[in-house]
């Protein structure tokens, strides 16, 4: 393939600009054309493409967010629409196209490969981690650290007045940035969509450690594991003890990807273009083991990769 296109699409992660720019380079270094489409899917629709040079992408390494801008596009389900997407692609003579994303975006790009046989290299970019084939997502490290940021700094204040906080963190229905961001600030309690908990027992333990002198206390809620302050309201009713709530939101979400995600950036990038230069099948590409790996499309949910092993470290630490 001579002519290659990348996308950032769903929710922008720390990494992905450091990722388009391992496309862009890794492209020009094989003398293909790369195209740049703006505000993902919705942008590809409307034919925002335009030609990236090597210093379309100087000084972007260390940038968090995506310079290429992304969106949520909910009217790209449509199989219309989608052909909107491929005319735009074959205007430009594009032959195959690299999309940055999570969960959603690769579900659009299996659509394309299966409805009009678009050649299309998925790169797994969302802080969430929430995609079962690969180890780790893009972003999701530095999220993780900027969460782990944010735990020090409740810590420090907790625990100068002796209180119960929490802390609620971003993951749709994965609760991996609670579980590693826990582990890691030494969080008393973890919740997560992926196991079960109960209130009245994380009452009853709050209540008794604050009796015999523990008197602060960390839970981390993933925001798929429960509504923040009706979670905090039960355990002052059961226990006495007031839980000060905060929600850290996109803060999360943005700032410079640190050395785990620029790495998987320029390793992802790389494989990406490689795959579409060879005339490659398309796939989702990922990491298992510190490899780089390639799975279809159709295999990127498959099973749950939640650790059960570090959830359990999570509860005995916390004693
Ligand atoms: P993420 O890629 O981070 O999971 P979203 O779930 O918002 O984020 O998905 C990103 C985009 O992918 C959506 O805005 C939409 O354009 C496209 N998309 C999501 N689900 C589908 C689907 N079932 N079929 C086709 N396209 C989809
Ligand atoms: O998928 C990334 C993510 O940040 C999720 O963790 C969160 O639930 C969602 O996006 C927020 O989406 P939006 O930016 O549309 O509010």
Redesign the pocket.
């Given at each position: 393939m001579k002519k290659i296109a990348v996308l950032t699409?769903?929710?922008d992660a720390p990494g992905m600009n450091a990722c388009i720019r391992a496309v862009v380079r890794t492209a020009l270094n094989n003398n293909m054309d790369i195209y740049g489409v703006e505000r993902?899917?919705a942008g590809l629709i409307k034919g925002e493409i335009s030609r990236l040079g090597t210093r379309s992408v100087s000084d972007m390494i260390h940038k968090g967010g995506t310079f290429l801008k992304t969106a949520?596009?909910?009217e790209?389900?449509d199989k219309e629409v989608q052909k909107e997407a491929v005319e735009a692609l074959s205007a430009y003579g594009i032959e195959g196209l690299i999309v940055i994303?999570?969960?959603?975006?690769f579900?659009?790009a299996k659509?394309l490969i299966e409805n009009f046989g678009v050649p299309v290299v998925g790169i797994p970019g969302?802080i969430d981690n929430d995609l079962s084939y690969t180890d780790f997502t893009l972003g999701f490290d530095t999220a993780v650290n900027t969460v782990l940021w944010a735990i020090n700094n409740l810590r420090d204040t907790m625990h100068s007045h002796d209180r119960v906080c929490l802390l609620e963190v971003m993951g749709r229905q994965c609760g991996d940035i609670a579980l590693y961001a826990g582990v890691a600030g030494g969080a008393e309690y973890v919740l997560v969509p992926e196991v079960p908990y109960d209130l009245d027992e994380i009452s009853a333990a709050i209540k008794k450690s604050y009796l015999r002198g523990k008197t602060s206390n960390m839970i981390i809620l993933a925001e798929g594991a429960g509504k923040r302050d009706e979670i905090a309201a039960y355990i002052k009713e059961k226990s006495g003890i007031s839980v000060k709530v905060t929600n850290f939101g996109y803060i999360q979400r943005g700032g410079s990807p640190n050395m785990q995600d620029r790495l998987l950036a320029a390793r992802f990038g790389y494989k990406a273009v490689e795959i579409l230069r060879d005339d490659g099948e398309s796939c989702a590409v990922g990491i298992k083991n510190n490899k780089i790996i390639t799975v279809p499309f159709s295999e990127v949910n498959n099973g749950a990769k939640f650790d059960k092993n570090l959830y359990e470290i999570a509860r005995v630490l916390s004693l």
């Open positions: 699409s769903g929710g993902g899917y949520r596009c909910p790209f389900k994303g999570g969960d959603g975006t579900r659009g659509d969302t």
